[in-house]
Structures are given as C-alpha cells and as structure tokens.
C-alpha cells in the first residue's frame, strides 16, 4: 500500500461531475501516472458506470480497453468540501478518488476504501480536512496497523454457507468496481444470501462496497457460497457472470495491446509522445495540427450591464444607434474580408447582419423598455433568452449558430455602454498567440491573422461549430471542449492555473494542450512539428498524383465543398472534384428562403471554379430537427424519423422546384450531378425523377446524371433495386451509422457509440456497393469515414470508387492509397466485417503501412 503515490487537491470546487473527473484526472497526468488521453477514458467509464460508491465517495476510473494509457499506478485525489452531484440523483460527492492501475496494486486501495467508508466521522473529516497528509495516510496506512486515528468502524464479520463452488478470479486487473456492480446486480435477484470469500474475508455479493473490500486481485481465489430456496440457481448464475466478464475483461486488455502497438506500427511523428508540462488538457481534436506558442485570452472580461432608465423615447434612440452603428461595423469587416479573399469570414458578418433584425428579439426589447427599463439591460435580457433557446435545439449546427446570436448581442451592447470601438484587442496579440476562450466568437475567430495566431483551445464549443469550420479552413490547428479548466477561475480559486501568457503546445491532432511544457519538451515538439512539415511537404508536392494503389487501382479523390472559393482550394490541395456539395447553407444563413435566381448564381460559381471537374450537388437536406421560422416546418416529436431531406422536398413543391430549376440552369455551363437525401424507398426515388423530369422539359436543360444518399439501412439493403434507377450512390457514413447503431450522434451519453468502423456499418457499405456493381453504378462515400486513412483504406478495399472528404484531408488519404496494393486493401477489408466491434476493426490499422520517416 505505501508504495502506490497519491496526488491531493484540497478545497476544490468543481462545478459538476465531468469537472471534477477531469480535475482529478489533471492531477494524475501531471504527476505522470497517466497519458492524457486517460482524461477521456474516465469521462467514458462515467457514461456507462456509476462510480459513486457511497459516503459521499466516488472512484472514477478509466475504461478497460485504455490501460495502456496508464503509466504506472497512482491515486488523485480531489476534496470537495461543499461537494459536487454525482449523476442524475442527489447524490453529493465529497472526496473524488480518481484510480489509475498499471496492475491489480490497486485493489488493496480499494479495500482500504470500503473500509474507510463504514467510519463516518472518519470521511466526514477528511471531506473538510487543510491537511493533505491527513487523507494520505488514510489511503494508505498498513491495515495490519489498524486504521487512522477516529477511523473505521469493524466489518461484521461474515460466513460461508455449506453449498459453495471454488474459482480462480481470471480479471487482468483485478476485481474493480465495474465488475463488482454486475456481481452485485446478479446476486441480488435472488432472494438467497450470496457470499464470496477471499483469503480470511467474506463479503455480501449484493454489496458492491463489500466485495471491493475483498481486494480480489488477479489470480485470487475465490469461495461462492449461498443459502436459501434459490441458492443453487443464483450460485451458477453468478458463477456464469464471473466467468462471462472475466472473458470479456481479458479480451479488452488485449485490445488495448493492441491499440498500443498500432500507435508504434503507424510510425506517426507523434506516436504515443506525452510532453512534460505544469498542466495539460484533453479536449476534442477539432482541426490538426502541432504548434508552441503563447496562450492568449482573446475575449474580455462579461460586459456589466446595470438597469438604467431615462425615458421610453430616449431608450428607443439609443438602441436605434447601436443597432446602426453594429450594421456599419459589420458592413465593412465583410467589405475587408471578401477584398482580402476571405470569402468564408465575409459570409460570417453578412449573415450577422441579418441576425440584427431579429424581430422576436426587437419585439421583446421594445416591451421590456415600456415597462420601464434601460435599453441596454433589456438587450441583454431577450438577447439571453433567445441564445439559450438556440443552444437547446437538438441539431448541433443550429446549436452552434447560438455563439453568432451572442457575438451579435454583445456587439449591439458594447455599443449601447459606449464601448462600440472596444473590439477584441487583436492587436495586443503576440506573434506567436495561441487563442483561449469559452467559446471562441465568430467575430473573433474570422479576424484571425494567421500571421499572429497560431491555434485556438476553447473550454466549449464541438466540431460542428464556426470555430471550428473557420479553423480547418485557416489550417490552424485547434481543440473544443477542453474544459472550464482553460478559462480564468470566476471563483478567484488560488489553485487554479493562470494560463495566459504562458508557453503552450496545442496539439490539434490528439485533442490536447501542453501548458508550461519543460525545456526537453519543446525541443521534442519543435522536433517534431519540423518532421511533420516535411511530410507535410511531401505529400502537398505529390498531392495532384492521382491516388493509384502499388497494383494499379486509381480511386477518385474529392472534397466536400460548399462555395466556389472553397472548390478552388480543393483543387488547388489535390481534389478532382467536388463530391458533396451541402445546399442547405443557402437557407439557413438568411431569414429568407433563397430564389431560384440566388441559387442559380451559387451553383453556377461553383461549376466555373470546377474548370470541367465533376460537381455533386445535394438538394435540400432539412428536416424537422432543423427549426428554421422561414421555412415553416412542423414541430415533429421525433424529427429524426420524421419529414427529412427527400421526403421534405415530396411535400414541398415550392422548395424542390425552384432549387432543380436553378441545377438544370447552372449545368449549362459544366458537368453537375445532382443526388437525393435520406431515401429509404424505390417510391421515393421514382416520385422525384418524375419530379426532375417535368422541370427538365420545361426549361428545355440537358439531362444529369442522378444519384441518391445511402444514410439509412433500407436504402443499402435494396441498393440492387436503388441501383436500376440512378445513376450513382453516395454513402452517408455519419448518418448511415446513426441510423444502424440506433445512436443519436449528439446524444451526451451514447455519442462515444457512433462509430463509422462499427462492423455492422460496413457490412451495410459491402452490400450497397455490391447492389451497384449489379448495374455497373459507382459508389462514393462523403461522410467523415472517407477522410479518416484507416476508413478511407476498408472503403477502398469494401469496393467505393470515390472518396469525398475535408480538404485537409486529401493529400494524406492520397499518399497512404499509394502506398498500398488494392488486393492488401480488399484483405484487410475482408478481416475487418468478421470482427465483433469497432475497436476491434480499429486495431486493424496497426496493418497499414507508415509513410516514409522523412
């Protein structure tokens, strides 16, 4: 016991449970217990386990599958005097004991703890207790020395019970609390008493407190004993659970050998390298990249707003001169944007505009000031309400549009305070600024000068939100959702660190931030940011090489693409093509539905940047979830399963009619094709080429080539009937593995699930390509799986012809396709759809073959 570490932190004041694992977990990764990336294991094992054992502890612990994360065993351990909810009930932790097990060495932590906890007097102190010693000799006091001082109280001791069966515990890591909440769960439908014996102790199988106080490492030998009318069935029941999860233990630990040894096979520059720095913070890797710099916070202090009134008219003016002075500002930052070719920046602020005549907040504004308050105070106010109900729509890019909403409302403010030349001090940056924030605004973001900044790292935010979008765009590396832990204490916490103006690492690759990294460290960093810019160089040098296996297959590269600046730069990064062109921006960045003519010019831009490569446009993609005022659409209980995409444009004449009247017009001027969403039918598909060839006739337009989404287990299931009626498939990977796993991808507990590599996706991809080859139509993939090297190879190797994807994306997916022979891929494919998971299916990528070392 005394030979395992303990890290504390007293006084802390997490704001909910995912901050206090992830507090707990900082302190393990600083004292080198555990790779970051660990974080995010402990954050997964809460999602699927109650780690809350009682008395106000909870152990968090990570996932099986990530031990080869830990680096050697060490406890953390976070006190919470005022305590912090655990779950969903009312449950109050007060000592968070987060455990990283390099072996079974902790088990004997977690019989200690089962211990402590039946002394209440004992945890009530060491919840309030200023000395750190205090809750480490607890942890870690030889039990054959009795406990600490006021310690616990004796267990009862227990007996065996005649009917028993022997068994050898086969855990690699020993008894631990997920594996003991199973037992504990089996036994107790029983009515029998259940025992398990350990050596000299006995412990009630339905207490999971009590069989962690076994501290059954691996190896132990156990005694199950039972008595009662259903002794006998609850003793080969859990027997059975034992022996099902010992099974299922071990396979997992394999995994994660193997996980291990493709971070080494994969030859990556970064491979399993963890810098030493003060702190570090594990988010969502957003946009890649390595860079060093110095941390910036690049939004100021809240606006404070007090409620002042001087009269109903005067109110009225002031607001009417902020809201006019916001117009002009943004007026001229999308004038300077688009003159300096920024043409995603400069849409930014012209959909700003439009957000300043919003009539719900203009309405609420104008009553809240007859009423007798300040305008200022009542911009504020609706402004507040009208973010926070963006934020809880279901659709993730709606939600995100929330952060324009609030850049907006804050810009108005800084005008009615007087502040309105109080723009973000962009010029007070360094040179080298890494960009920290809540949630980076927009406003922000698209006045990045890529000269100055370096990356961005927010506390908030997802993939889907404009930080993001405008970070791969910029080809600046960035991390979402690190954590409150990035931002400035509200609370004034001493301990908490003061990042600004520190040297970082961002690592946009692995979703990580370095802060105060050593000295060896940056070398290491600098190291090998300059192998990554050599490879880098590489393949942007070989990026317009087609991507031909070593045995003389050629696959089509091309990027999803919305606007015609965008085409131009996947062409100019190597795409052949634009595969999936998403129209469903054209009405949801304006107020308004867009005319045929509106579109017309955006779909004929794009065909002219195109220069004669092919165009995929999807018509209209919305649905219920996507709750935009001017399109009226029905509130639907499950919107997921309700009018979406192409069953939205059956009903719809005047949204489908107008946007296939503008395709036919732009396909003058160069090949377009033009494909469905969401079909899940044969009806469907022949309903919308009537549809298609009615306007066609009218306008006298040649014919296009016609396709349709693969998003739903249906349409890949009747592809050899889909197949004889378009011309081409495009597989949907995000949605499309959705609908397979019956996961919401935004669902806060089950979005981890969503896994493209999931086997039964890509069974569902081997039967829709081979419905296709039934009538010779080629089959692409433009979901998030084409862009990934591992996903883009099983694709390949599954049969897809075409690979649309980020124009980050292409060069890398290009070079790892030329490095490999068709028949390694389709073999690889093949081993992949006779595995059981994903994470299985991901261990396949240890095969791949590295690039070159530079």
């Not at 932590?109 to 750190?132: E, P």
Request: hydrophobic share 45%; aromatic share 4%; glycine share 10%.
């Amino acid at each position: 016991m005394s030979t395992i570490p303990v890290e504390v932190r007293l006084g802390a004041a997490p704001h909910n449970r995912e901050d206090a694992v992830r507090a707990a977990g900082a302190l393990l990764a600083q004292a080198g217990h555990i790779q970051p990336a660990y974080v995010d294991s402990l954050l997964q094992r809460e999602k699927v386990a109650n780690t809350f054992l009682g008395e106000g502890l909870a152990i968090p612990h990570g996932m099986v599958e990530d031990k080869h994360l830990v680096r050697r065993t060490g406890l953390a351990v976070l006190q919470v005097p005022a305590g912090v909810r655990w779950g969903d009930d009312a449950k109050q932790a007060h000592l968070v004991v987060a455990i990283a097990a390099a072996s079974d060495e902790h088990i004997q932590v977690l019989r200690r703890l089962t211990r402590l906890m039946q002394g209440g007097a004992l945890m009530r102190r060491l919840a309030t207790t200023t000395d750190a010693d205090e809750i480490v000799r607890a942890l870690t006091a030889d039990e054959a020395a009795g406990p600490a001082a006021g310690g616990a109280a004796s267990i009862p001791a227990l007996e065996d019970f005649p009917l028993g069966r022997e068994l050898s515990l086969n855990y690699p890591n020993g008894l631990h609390a997920r594996p003991a909440g199973e037992w504990a769960r089996v036994a107790g439908r029983f009515s029998a008493r259940v025992h398990v014996r350990c050596g000299d102790t006995v412990a009630d199988a339905k207490s999971v407190a009590a069989l962690l106080g076994l501290g059954a490492g691996r190896g132990a030998q156990l005694r199950l004993s039972a008595q009662g009318a259903d002794a006998a069935a609850a003793l080969s029941t859990l027997n059975a659970t034992i022996q099902r999860l010992g099974d299922e233990e071990s396979r997992q630990a394999e995994l994660s050998a193997a996980r291990q040894a493709q971070a080494q096979g994969l030859g990556s520059e970064l491979g399993d390298w963890q810098p030493t720095a003060r702190h570090t913070f594990t988010g969502i890797a957003a946009s890649p990249g390595l860079v060093v710099g110095t941390l910036v916070q690049a939004e100021g202090a809240a606006l404070e707003v007090d409620d002042r009134f001087t009269t109903i008219a005067e109110e009225a003016a002031q607001l009417d001169r902020a809201l006019a002075a916001a117009l002009a500002q943004l007026q001229q930052l999308a004038a300077d944007a688009q003159a300096a070719g920024r043409a995603e920046q400069a849409a930014i602020f012209t959909a700003h505009q439009g957000l300043l005549q919003d009539a719900g907040v203009l309405q609420a504004v104008s009553r809240s000031v007859v009423q007798g308050h300040g305008a200022a105070w009542s911009w504020r106010h609706a402004m507040a309400e009208r973010v926070a109900a963006q934020r809880a729509l279901a659709d993730a890019t709606l939600a995100a549009r929330a952060a324009d909403l609030q850049d907006v409302g804050e810009r108005v403010l800084r005008h009615l305070l007087g502040r309105g030349d109080e723009d973000a001090a962009v010029a007070a940056w360094p040179h080298d600024a890494i960009l920290l924030a809540d949630d980076l605004s927009p406003s922000v973001t698209a006045q990045i000068d890529t000269s100055r900044v370096r990356g961005f790292c927010t506390a908030r935010g997802g993939p889907t939100a404009h930080t993001a979008i405008l970070a791969r765009a910029l080809g600046l590396p960035a991390v979402v959702a690190a954590g409150p832990g990035v931002l400035p204490s509200a609370s004034g916490d001493a301990a908490a660190p003061h990042l600004a103006g520190a040297v970082a690492i961002l690592d946009g690759y692995r979703g990580r931030l370095y802060v105060g990294p050593s000295e060896t460290a940056l070398i290491e960093a600098r190291e090998r940011m300059a192998r990554l810019a050599r490879r880098q160089e590489e393949e942007a040098r070989t990026r317009q090489q087609p991507a031909t296996t070593t045995d003389g297959h050629t696959v089509e590269i091309a990027a999803n693409a919305n606007r015609a600046d965008q085409a131009a730069k996947a062409l100019e990064a190597g795409a052949e093509g634009v595969g999936l062109m998403r129209t469903e921006f054209l009405f949801l960045e304006r107020d308004t539905v867009p005319g045929e003519d509106d579109q017309y010019e955006v779909y004929r831009a794009m065909v002219e940047a195109l220069q004669g490569k092919p165009l995929v446009v999807r018509t209209l993609d919305i649905g219920g979830d996507k709750q935009v005022p001017h399109l009226d659409l029905p509130v639907e209980e499950n919107p997921f399963l309700g009018v979406r995409g192409a069953r939205l444009a059956l009903k719809r004449d005047d949204l489908l009619v107008p946007q296939l009247r503008a395709l036919y017009r732009a396909a003058h001027h160069g090949p377009l094709q033009v494909m469905f969403p969401m079909i899940s039918t044969v009806e469907e598909v022949l309903t919308l080429r009537q549809r298609m060839e009615s306007v066609r006739a009218e306008l006298n337009a040649p014919a296009v080539p016609v396709g349709i989404m693969i998003e739903v287990p249906s349409a890949a299931l009747i592809a050899d009937r889909l197949a004889a009626h378009v011309d081409f498939f495009s597989i949907g990977t995000n949605d499309l593995t959705q609908y397979t796993l019956a996961v919401d991808r935004q669902h806060p507990e089950l979005a981890g699930m969503a896994d493209s590599l999931h086997p039964a996706v890509l069974r569902l991809i081997e039967r829709t390509v081979a419905g296709a080859r039934q009538h010779r139509r080629w089959v692409g993939v433009c979901g998030g799986l084409a862009g990934e090297p591992l996903g883009a190879a099983l694709l390949v190797g599954l049969g897809v012809d075409e690979l649309s994807m980020s124009t980050g994306d292409i060069g890398t997916v290009k070079a790892l396709l030329r490095r490999h022979g068709l028949a390694e891929l389709q073999a690889l494919a093949r081993r992949a759809l006779q595995v059981d998971t994903a994470d299985e299916v991901r261990a396949l990528g240890a095969e791949l073959r590295p690039a070159t070392a530079p």
